[in-house]
């Protein structure tokens, strides 16, 4: 569909072109060709055609320092002629489309086949009279004419029940596509662009951006638009998005300036001039091109599908469930392989096709049952003879049969799983936007209930990254607060102000405050407005020296990056030599400084003795206050040699130390409370930062991921890289095992520290539990950590477009806390999911052994289909709509996280589904059997073919569907606890349902007549049936008192995986749990584990010692395990894991670290 609407833009185009190329210097197929080139090739043409950069600009009308004046005419004009930046996205699908998507599936095909045979027959009446006599009992009723003629209700009913679940689907499907489109869009309208206009530098979104206009690139963007470069400093970019090479490309206006939409900038900075927008950029011709073969692709898909059989087109819902249609764009994006299948949709694929196989058994049982019965009863104990006449009235009847056992199956598969886990998905991303998540991938939301370690970024998100500079170090003297600027050298003084003021990115100002009495806007780096704030804090301004400096005059710049960790700029001084500026990590400065300012700002020598004074005397202390130190310097050269400035090593050595600053980013108010909620929520926190050592442990001290006095590692990049990595240099899982549990801090890290950190925990196999781990970021090289964690977060102020793009979730207000909400909001799913099944589970398990067992019994389900097309499809896609949308409390971070092994139907959840299935069970059978002599009725048993409703039924019926409502009120909970209407007023939609559902099965019994097999109750018949419900409610409480310790045989019903564990419940014991009941219950339990541990603790020692270990190595051990930590990390306590163990083991003397057996630490 995409490529036809964009060869209809390019022929319009086309025919523009003529009138307009004259209006601007060049044509839009010009410029197109133009970019297809690259290096030299690229820049002879340019050259030819334009007269380098200038000639272009001037060509489009633009100027390359001002940039478009921004009229709006002109905008408009340029957007007319050459294209807007935006690529048409893939139609929606229709109504009618979805409408039939949801006709697909297998069981509603079934059923549909069923009543139009039904249908058929209904209006056939066999020749003749006698017939009637001849098919005996098998005709039974059929005189009636009435009767009779009301034979073709059944056949309808059920069809117009599935045009309703179809509209339901479909309408689900239309509302799920809708949200997931205005959640690309507000993902698209997030990207902002620096633009040039009226040389004023503006943020704009990136569709407003225009051909001619200047744009200024920098280190982290995606650039929106093809280009080429007027300016660069040092300028790399990855072009593996387009080109697959992974090496970064350098781009400079003499040798390769051609930029390219959808490539990332990974190093420098510079200004480019927009030469190709939208469908016309190098990105917008792929994806047109793209628009023809995604549809070819969807039509091979479809033929796999289909050769897919039954229980495939069951599971196809739960594909889309998941945001499955996005569009070209996002399966751009993820052409990368996509992570493994999220923790609740392979559960929940698993669980779906276990009950469809099981629900296509019963189903098919019950057929041959029903027909045996029906052709011995007639054919061999009454020997009739098989009468031609009679035939149509037989194959009534197995209709009828086949329509009863198609029921069985429609109650037996559980359609609403898919949907409840599309609207709780759905809902929760919808609620999440207000928490500040900005949710990309839909299944992240739900594995983050399931993390068990977070790690993140120091910088903006622990802090509240304001940079102020609060302590300073110059001409010899530490002054404890930023000093008058009288009581400096003069000389030490000037060369500081210069130095910060030119060698920084000259985007980054300080703008006054917004509000009267604000604190003044910093714009950029905000370690470099920490910097300027300081120029003004000295009373000079930092503007008149770049005036004077514009940045064309910049002769050459060293951009920061991971690697050199500081920036660097040269300028020629006004006699033709040359003087580098140099800012960065004050150790890292230091190091290469040979000399160092004194009090009256002349350099003295600087030996490696005065930098070790230096460091313990200034850094530390500064760190130690959590402040991050950057250290100013600079250098001279002289212009005759001209010094080669590619040899990086020597010109970034030598230099004169001007003075060392202590810049505060001080922690965000909330962080300490959200992290405490983390750790008790079973979340590990970690900080992983590019800051100096003790400047984050003071920072993890003041947020609390460390408490002085625990036993917890706060290492450096270096030291973690020799701790893990073999001689030859490789990273080993075995020891990462060693590290990771007790590490909390990783300073001085590189990105690659974190991408290994992060695959180190979820590869690791130590504990039961495979680790979930989540991940922020804000930097381009964090990409690979956010791609590879299990949920990435970027943030969305400073998070540049790369983070972004990797992301799973993006977190609007940069803050902590927020990742809080996003646990609590992803247990809520699950939870929702969970309460979903057990409702489901429940109502699925009665109605089929009630329509099987009638069936056997009565030949004749007491349930009609209709009803139970009632009951199953619709009163579980609403009850999926109220308990999925339950609003999550802080009580679901009082638990551990589930864990990817944990069964989805917990031993309480299975108590709960058999519990309550016996009450229904026991009810619906003693109406059936003995219902007629209770309520003084007539039998419905054994009626005729079409013979009319029966009140004893109805009442079966009216009974059943009351103890599912009040038993959805039951489900609400699902670990035990007593008061089930907690919290239920909070959920205005659960309580419309529940209402809306009673108001509807009034009408459905009352009015409902033929159609649906219902004759009116009176009011006394009603009570009975809601007192009968009403029961529920009180089953339920005798329920919760059954201890799960007697019904040791659940244990395994609702086991998915083969991996037998515990619970994490049951090992720790002190932790909060929120079933107080179980807990009572697992004491048993936890004395019966903690035998076991002490047992195999003592076989442990016996074995150390036997192995030849020393009696140190085992005194260790036995002493290490008996007062494990309590903070240890989650894996000690979510399983019983051998971290103490290998531990203890690892000392030394120790030559069995590597395969000692699991023991627990737990003693």
């Given at each position: 569909m995409g490529d036809m609407s964009n060869s209809d833009f390019y022929a319009k185009n086309q025919r523009n072109e003529g009138n307009h190329a004259a209006a601007f210097g060049c044509s839009l197929m010009e410029l197109r060709s133009l970019m297809e080139l690259r290096g030299t090739e690229a820049v002879v043409k340019l050259q030819e055609d334009s007269g380098g950069v200038e000639g272009l600009c001037k060509r489009l009308k633009t100027s390359p320092t001002e940039g478009l004046a921004g009229a709006q005419t002109d905008l408009d004009k340029r957007k007319e002629i050459f294209g807007?930046?935006?690529?048409?996205?893939?139609?929606?699908?229709?109504?009618?489309?979805?409408?039939?998507?949801?006709?697909?599936?297998?069981?509603?095909?079934?059923?549909?086949?069923?009543?139009?045979?039904?249908?058929?027959?209904?209006?056939?009446?066999?020749?003749?009279?006698?017939?009637?006599?001849?098919?005996?009992?098998?005709?039974?009723?059929?005189?009636?004419?009435?009767?009779?003629?009301?034979?073709?209700?059944?056949?309808?009913?059920?069809?117009?029940?599935?045009v309703c679940v179809v509209l339901v689907t479909a309408f689900n499907d239309w509302s799920k596509e809708k949200q997931f489109r205005g959640l690309q869009s507000r993902i698209e309208q997030e990207q902002k662009f620096q633009v040039v206009r009226g040389s004023q530098v503006i943020q704009l979104p990136v569709a407003d951006i225009v051909v001619g206009d200047i744009a200024q690139i920098k280190y982290g963007d995606l650039l929106p638009a093809d280009g080429v470069l007027i300016q660069g400093n040092d300028l790399k970019i990855d072009e593996s998005s387009l080109t697959g090479e992974s090496d970064h490309v350098k781009k400079s206006a003499d040798k390769d300036p051609m930029l390219l939409s959808g490539t990332h900038v990974m190093e420098g900075s510079g200004r480019m001039v927009v030469t190709a927008v939208g469908v016309n950029s190098q990105t917008g011709i792929i994806f047109t091109l793209l628009g023809a073969g995604v549809e070819e692709e969807e039509k091979k898909e479809k033929k796999v599908k289909k050769q897919d059989g039954a229980a495939a087109m069951e599971m196809q819902p739960l594909k889309s469930a998941e945001g499955g249609e996005a569009d070209e764009k996002e399966r751009k994006k993820v052409s990368a392989p996509k992570k493994e299948k999220s923790v609740l949709q392979g559960k929940l694929t698993k669980l779906a096709v276990q009950i469809g196989k099981a629900g296509l058994l019963m189903s098919a049982i019950t057929v041959i049952i029903l027909v045996l019965y029906f052709a011995i009863d007639n054919f061999v104990m009454q020997k009739r003879p098989w009468m031609p006449e009679c035939t149509p009235i037989y194959i009534q009847y197995f209709v009828k049969f086949f329509i009863i056992?198609?029921?069985?199956?429609?109650?037996?598969?559980?359609?609403?799983?898919?949907?409840?886990?599309?609207?709780?998905?759905?809902?929760?991303?919808?609620?999440?936007?207000?928490?500040?998540?900005?949710?990309?991938?839909?299944?992240?939301?739900?594995?983050?209930?399931?993390?068990?370690?977070?790690?993140?970024?120091?910088?903006?998100?622990?802090?509240?990254?304001?940079?102020?500079?609060?302590?300073?170090?110059?001409?010899?003297?530490?002054?404890?607060?930023?000093?008058?600027?009288?009581?400096?050298?003069?000389?030490?003084?000037?060369?500081?102000?210069n130095s910060i003021s030119i060698n920084s990115a000259y985007t980054t100002k300080i703008l006054p405050p917004d509000k009267e009495g604000g604190l003044p806007k910093q714009v950029g780096n905000k370690t470099e407005c920490g910097l300027l704030g300081l120029v003004l804090?000295?009373?000079?301004?930092?503007?008149?020296?770049?005036?004077?400096?514009?940045?064309?005059?910049?002769?050459?710049?060293?951009?920061?990056?991971?690697?050199?960790?500081?920036?660097?700029?040269?300028?020629?001084?006004?006699?033709?030599?040359?003087?580098?500026?140099?800012?960065?990590?004050?150790?890292?400065?230091?190091?290469?400084?040979?000399?160092?300012?004194?009090?009256?700002?002349?350099?003295?020598?600087?030996?490696?003795?005065?930098?070790?004074?230096?460091?313990?005397?200034?850094?530390?202390?500064?760190?130690?206050?959590?402040?991050?130190?950057?250290?100013?310097?600079?250098?001279?050269?002289?212009?005759?040699?001209?010094?080669?400035?590619?040899?990086?090593?020597?010109?970034?050595?030598?230099?004169?130390?001007?003075?060392?600053?202590?810049?505060?980013?001080?922690?965000r108010p909330e962080v300490p409370d959200a992290i405490l909620k983390c750790q008790r929520a079973g979340i590990t926190v970690r900080m992983v930062t590019g800051d100096n050592i003790n400047t984050a442990r003071a920072i993890a001290i003041k947020c609390g991921i460390i408490h002085p006095g625990e036993d917890f590692l706060c290492i450096d990049g270096k030291e973690f890289n020799r701790r893990i990595r073999n001689e030859k240099g490789e990273v080993e899982q075995e020891r990462i095992d060693k590290v990771w549990p007790k590490l909390r801090v990783l300073a001085r890290s590189s990105p690659t520290d974190k991408h290994t950190l992060v695959k180190g925990?979820?590869?690791?196999?130590?504990?039961?539990?495979?680790?979930?781990?989540?991940?922020?970021?804000?930097?381009?090289?964090?990409?690979?950590?956010?791609?590879?964690?299990?949920?990435?977060?970027?943030?969305?102020?400073?998070?540049?477009?790369?983070?972004?793009?990797?992301?799973?979730?993006?977190?609007?207000?940069?803050?902590?806390?927020?990742?809080?909400?996003?646990?609590?909001?992803?247990?809520?799913?699950?939870?929702?999911?969970?309460?979903?099944?057990?409702?489901?589970?429940?109502?699925?398990?009665?109605?089929?052994?009630?329509?099987?067992?009638?069936?056997?019994?009565?030949?004749?389900?007491?349930?009609?289909?209709?009803?139970?097309?009632?009951?199953?499809?619709?009163?579980?896609?609403?009850?999926?709509?109220a308990l999925a949308t339950e609003p999550p409390t802080e009580s679901l971070l009082k638990r551990k996280p589930y864990g990817r092994n944990k069964p989805l139907i917990s031993s309480t959840m299975t108590k709960n589904i058999l519990g309550h299935g016996v009450y229904q069970l026991i009810i619906i059978f003693t109406l059936l059997f003995v219902g007629e002599q209770i309520f003084d009725i007539d039998s419905g048993r054994n009626a005729p073919l079409h013979s009319p409703p029966s009140e004893h039924y109805t009442i079966i019926f009216n009974t059943f569907v009351m103890m599912q409502l009040f038993n959805e009120i039951n489900a609400r909970k699902i670990h035990g606890e007593r008061n089930v209407f907690d919290g239920i007023f909070r959920n205005p939609i659960f309580c419309s349902i529940v209402f809306g559902t009673f108001a509807v099965q009034i009408v459905i019994v009352q009015f409902g007549g033929k159609p649906f097999s219902c004759q009116p109750l009176d009011l006394e018949k009603w009570m009975w049936c809601v007192f009968l419900g009403l029961g529920e409610l009180v089953w339920g409480q005798v329920i919760a008192t059954i201890p799960n310790s007697r019904l040791r045989f659940l244990r395994r019903a609702g086991q998915l995986t083969q991996k037998d564990e515990l619970p994490e419940e049951d090992v720790n014991e002190e932790n909060e749990e929120i079933d107080h009941a179980e807990r009572e219950l697992r004491r048993g339990q936890i004395l019966w584990f903690r035998g076991l541990n002490r047992i195999q603790t003592q076989i442990e020692v016996v074995n150390t010692f036997k192995s030849g270990t020393s009696f140190q190595g085992a005194g260790a051990l036995r002493r290490q395990s008996s007062t494990t930590s309590q903070n240890q990390d989650v894996t000690n306590v979510s399983s019983p894991s051998h971290v103490s163990l290998s531990n203890a083991l690892s000392s030394p003397t120790s030559t069995t670290a590597a395969t000692a057996p699991p023991t627990t630490g737990q003693c």
């Open positions: 807007k930046n935006l690529i048409p996205p893939k139609k929606p699908k229709t109504f009618l489309q979805l409408v039939w998507e949801a006709l697909q599936d297998v069981t509603l095909i079934i059923l549909e086949i069923a009543a139009l045979i039904s249908l058929g027959l209904s209006f056939y009446h066999p020749p003749g009279e006698t017939g009637g006599e001849s098919c005996g009992a098998a005709a039974g009723g059929v005189e009636d004419e009435g009767e009779a003629d009301a034979g073709w209700i059944e056949g309808a009913a059920i069809l117009l029940s599935v056992g198609v029921t069985v199956l429609v109650v037996a598969v559980p359609e609403g799983l898919p949907l409840a886990v599309t609207i709780s998905l759905a809902y929760s991303v919808k609620k999440m936007m207000k928490d500040n998540n900005l949710v990309r991938h839909l299944d992240a939301c739900e594995t983050m209930g399931n993390a068990t370690a977070i790690c993140s970024d120091k910088t903006g998100t622990l802090t509240t990254n304001r940079m102020t500079a609060v302590q300073l170090y110059v001409g010899d003297v530490h002054y404890k607060e930023i000093p008058d600027p009288g009581v400096l050298p003069p000389k030490s003084l000037d060369l500081l102000v804090d000295l009373k000079r301004d930092y503007q008149p020296i770049r005036n004077q400096i514009p940045e064309e005059k910049l002769y050459k710049v060293y951009t920061f990056n991971s690697v050199r960790k500081s920036m660097s700029t040269v300028i020629k001084l006004p006699d033709g030599s040359f003087r580098m500026y140099s800012k960065g990590a004050s150790e890292i400065v230091l190091k290469k400084c040979s000399h160092i300012q004194n009090e009256v700002g002349e350099p003295r020598v600087f030996r490696p003795r005065d930098k070790d004074e230096m460091v313990k005397k200034v850094i530390e202390p500064m760190a130690c206050d959590g402040l991050r130190t950057i250290c100013v310097a600079y250098r001279d050269f002289s212009s005759n040699p001209e010094p080669n400035w590619d040899d990086e090593n020597n010109i970034l050595n030598d230099l004169t130390a001007i003075c060392v600053v202590g810049i505060e980013d001080p922690v925990i979820i590869d690791s196999t130590m504990a039961d539990q495979r680790q979930v781990v989540a991940v922020t970021g804000d930097g381009t090289n964090d990409g690979p950590a956010l791609k590879k964690a299990d949920v990435g977060f970027a943030m969305g102020i400073a998070g540049t477009d790369v983070a972004k793009e990797a992301s799973d979730i993006i977190l609007t207000d940069d803050n902590f806390s927020s990742i809080v909400k996003a646990v609590m909001w992803g247990r809520n799913v699950y939870d929702s999911i969970s309460k979903f099944l057990q409702f489901q589970l429940t109502v699925n398990v009665v109605a089929v052994i009630v329509a099987f067992t009638g069936a056997c019994i009565t030949q004749d389900s007491p349930l009609k289909a209709v009803q139970m097309l009632w009951v199953n499809l619709i009163m579980d896609t609403f009850a999926s709509l």
